[in-house]
């Protein structure tokens, strides 16, 4: 890892002159050095909640070089490794547009695969950022939480990144890695840096607020923020507080929610039931928040927007979980349930909330669980008006009451004060400022008639549909779970399926139970890989491979373990696949040269992604020995898979400036397989560059014009943007009349991806040919329609300067007039 990656020094001394308040100086220089360790390739960035480690990374971003690109994600309650992958591809189409990573060499069906595939082939300095990694150490999901871990080793064994680790705490699994990583440990505040960031503090409340913070970097400046909202002293918060009888944490939560209006609090309620982070765009669209608004809670710290996403903060969530009513609940799970369900059958780039289907899924089950286990509590609460205050205002300061002072964070709920949960006695008298008590939010109306009436009619349509499944089910034979469960399969349903089908497993008395076992069993498999249950999938096709070893069918067998060792390489449980495959090759498993040339293959693609090329190179050509004795034999290597090694292999040649041998073996994947040959519009592609480059662009235009067909016949509208943006460019050689009809139909592609990146960067090619055409009104529309394109997603400075250079070129030589009409017709009609 020789690259560099810092500023040069004047710069970063000029930079330091001008950090942020929340930095620790000594902090920053620590991840400055990391940087700047050739030997060391992990960070870990390790310290309690609220002491701004997001911050210090965020800080040393500023110092990065600017072809340095960063990865980054936050880990939340219900993430996936899939989610992290769809949130790199983000970035890597981000990189793309902006010229900095290239995706002409690389095509893949897996996800994961082609993320590896694209960072492996990072040439820059690179930084991956993986935030809050105490979600993930917390998950109940065990496999889920070793999928991760094992992706992060995984890239630290690529040797290519600087990794930066954000949590709260660290385990024992990244014990193997402490010689080639460095801890940075976030500290609190001490009396004097607090008085930095608060100099009106007497001495005695300096103490005070130390001892009731502990130094905790987010809760001091919370309470600044407070004081100067409020155009107070911090010295007469913490008088105030002392009146309370509440921790001094819900004291200046308390405070800061009622900065917001009472709309606003509802739509942080929804926030705080939701585990993942939403975009600002949608919550704007959908009338959570205004523009105005949303910067207000962010500036207020109320809810971050980072990594292009909104959420509520873990120490505000808690607070509010809290104090939501029972059907408040009910009504917000149920509202995140729908929500899920509806983003569940759309394509990535349809979705409002980038994350897997997977996860979609176990949202969607969390939220359905939960409504279930509310209604069942609050069919037993007492919804009148101090009941409502006994769960939302226990820690009120409510007089002439033996209330104990009771700090403890720890206790979310304290005990209620006697005069309140005893109802059969006189309630005491109570008095609240004018801030808590616009923090009740009370409705006036909380008669139990009426509310128990709508719960019970609520319950009845959820128990009638869970009865009508019932019924149906019980109506049903083997042959029809079966191919009911199919159907739901096929529409992306993957959990009924999953219940379905294991309800046919178990009637074993049935006639058809034989005929449908393996059947079931292969579903069952398939079906707990989709839901991202890995362990269960790897059961079910154990289960499979007893059964075809029982029948004495060992091609079934081994095609099945072949798809076992598929799931460990896909969670990257490498080790585990290689077992799998080096037992089929040194004979310890009976198995054809089918299998065995499908497991050198697969041995190769590992030792690929490993960055261990050598070994790659020598498990393809034994791959390819075997293909070439069983050519002329019954026994052949499925074409599609010999086609997708041969590809491989030449890009791996062509990496190695091997062109002509890299030529070769393009076109034998060409010639091995056109159906099924996921490769084969980029194995044309390829084939047409290296042809361009060897001097031909006419005939390296008719291979680029086959991988055209190809796009098209697989509806693939990405491939058909990049291959017409290559035709166009290659046009400006061979046909200059055909430039603007390639670029036109690289536009309409872009379109129909529906993906604003390369919408804004079609926009753009077009505009700079017109430009360069000396069609100036042309190319105006051009750049204002990618302007316009670019303001819909998160995007570099960069690239807005990019433009706005063109416009002001345009604007400098254009009539005024002109350029007032065109501005008119962007307005009008929007392309």
């Known amino acids: 890892m020789e690259q560099s990656f810092l500023k040069n020094s004047l710069l970063l001394n000029s930079l330091k002159s001008s950090l942020s308040a929340a930095v620790q100086p000594e902090k920053l220089d620590e991840m400055l050095a990391f940087y700047n360790n050739k030997d060391k390739q992990i960070c870990f960035v390790e310290g309690d909640a609220g002491s701004f480690k997001t911050e210090l990374f965020k800080e040393s971003r500023r110092f990065l070089t600017d072809n340095t690109l960063v990865f980054g994600f936050r880990c939340f309650e219900g993430t996936t490794l899939d989610d992290i992958f769809l949130s790199f591809f983000e970035d890597l189409k981000r990189y793309a547009q902006e010229k900095k990573v290239s995706f002409t060499k690389i095509e893949t069906n897996s996800l994961s695969q082609r993320i590896i595939k694209y960072l492996s082939s990072i040439n820059l300095p690179c930084v991956i950022l993986i935030d809050s990694l105490e979600e993930v150490f917390n998950k109940q999901n065990q496999s889920e939480k070793d999928e991760i871990i094992r992706f992060i080793k995984h890239l630290h064994s690529m040797n290519k990144f600087k990794i930066v680790l954000i949590s709260s ?48 970097r987010n809760y001091v400046y919370i309470t600044s923020n407070i004081a100067v909202t409020l155009n107070t002293s911090a010295g007469a918060l913490l008088e105030e507080f002392e009146t309370k009888r509440v921790s001094f944490v ?59 996403s909104v ?53 969607i089950e969390y939220h359905s669980g939960f409504i279930i286990q509310q209604r069942q509590e609050a069919d037993n609460t007492d919804m009148s008006l101090m009941s409502y205050l006994n769960s939302n205002l226990t820690a009120w300061n409510i007089k002439n009451t033996n209330i104990k002072d009771d700090t403890e964070e720890k206790k979310e709920r304290p005990t209620p004060p006697k005069s309140i949960s005893d109802k059969e006695k006189r309630f005491e008298k109570y008095e609240l400022t004018k801030d808590e008590i616009s923090l009740l939010s009370v409705p006036v109306d909380l008669r139990k008639q009426e509310e128990h009436a709508a719960k019970q009619q609520l319950y009845r349509t959820f128990e009638q549909k869970e009865d009508a499944l019932k019924q149906e089910k019980k ?57 991202n249950k890995t362990m269960e999938a790897i059961d079910f096709y154990n289960r499979l491979t007893e059964l075809y070893a029982s029948l004495e069918q ?100 062509d990496d190695f400036s091997q062109t002509q041998a890299a030529l070769d073996f393009y076109q034998r994947s060409i010639r091995t397989a056109k159906e099924g040959n996921i490769y084969l519009s980029a194995a044309y592609t390829n084939v047409g560059q290296i042809i361009r480059e060897q001097g031909n662009p006419k005939k390296a235009a008719d291979y680029y014009k086959m991988a055209l067909k190809t796009d098209i016949a697989n509806s693939n509208y990405e491939g058909v943007y990049y291959i017409c943006l290559k035709l166009a460019r290659l046009s400006e050689e061979i046909a200059l009349e055909s430039v603007a009809d390639w670029l036109l139909k690289s536009l309409s592609a872009a379109k129909r991806t529906k993906e604003n990146i390369y919408i804004t960067n079609a926009y753009l090619e077009t505009g700079d040919y017109y430009f360069d055409k000396g069609d100036n009104q042309k190319a105006l529309k051009a750049f204002l329609l990618a302007k316009k394109s670019l303001e819909k997603y998160e995007h570099s400075q960069e690239s807005e300067q990019s433009i706005e250079l063109r416009l002001n070129d345009l604007k400098s030589i254009l009539p005024r007039n002109i350029i007032d009409k065109v501005i008119q017709d962007v307005e009008n009609n929007g392309r």
Not at 259 to 268: A, P, R
Not at 280 to 301: D, M, P, R, S
Not at 508 to 521: A, G, R
Not at 574 to 598: D, G, M, P
């Open 250 to 308: 819900d004291f200046i939560l308390q405070k800061l929610i009622t900065f917001v209006t009472e709309k606003v609090k509802k739509s942080l309620y929804y926030l705080a039931l939701v585990n993942e982070p939403i975009s600002g765009e949608y919550l704007i669209k959908q009338g959570f928040f205004t523009q105005e608004q949303l910067n207000y809670v962010v500036e207020k710290g109320l809810v971050s927007n980072e990594y292009n």
């Open 311 to 363: 959420y509520v903060k873990n120490y505000l969530k808690k607070y509010l979980i809290r104090i939501i009513a029972h059907l408040d609940k009910i009504k917000i799970h149920t509202f995140w349930r729908d929500f899920y369900s509806s983003q569940l059958p759309l394509k990535p780039k349809d979705r409002v909330i980038l994350i897997s289907r997977n996860t979609m899924r176990s949202q």
């Open 475 to 531: 109506q049903k034979s083997l042959p029809q779970l079966y191919n009911s469960a199919k159907e739901l399969e096929d529409s992306h349903d993957f959990e009924t399926a999953f219940v379905l089908y294991y309800q046919a497993w178990q009637l074993v008395d049935d006639t058809d139970f034989k005929d449908y076992e393996p059947l079931l069993l292969e579903r069952l498999a398939v079906c707990a890989k989709r839901m």
């Open 169 to 216: 705490y660290f385990t024992e699994e990244f014990d193997d890695l402490s010689d080639a990583s460095v801890c940075i440990k976030t500290e609190p505040y001490t009396k004097e840096q607090i008085l930095s960031v608060i100099p009106d503090l007497s001495p005695d409340d300096l103490d005070k607020l130390y001892a009731l913070t502990g130094g905790n």
């Open 554 to 653: 060992i091609d079934k067998m081994n095609e099945v373990r072949l798809n076992i060792a598929q799931i460990y390489k896909e969670t990257f449980k490498l080790n585990h696949a290689r077992v799998i495959y080096e037992n089929f090759i040194n004979k310890k498993s009976t198995a054809s040269n089918s299998i065995l040339a499908r497991s050198y293959i697969e041995l190769a693609g590992i030792e690929e992604d490993s960055a261990n090329t050598e070994k790659a190179v020598e498990y393809y050509k034994k791959a390819f020995a075997i293909a070439d004795e069983i050519s002329n034999t019954k026994e052949k290597l499925d074409a599609p898979i010999l086609a997708q090694a041969y590809f491989k292999y030449a890009l791996i040649l």
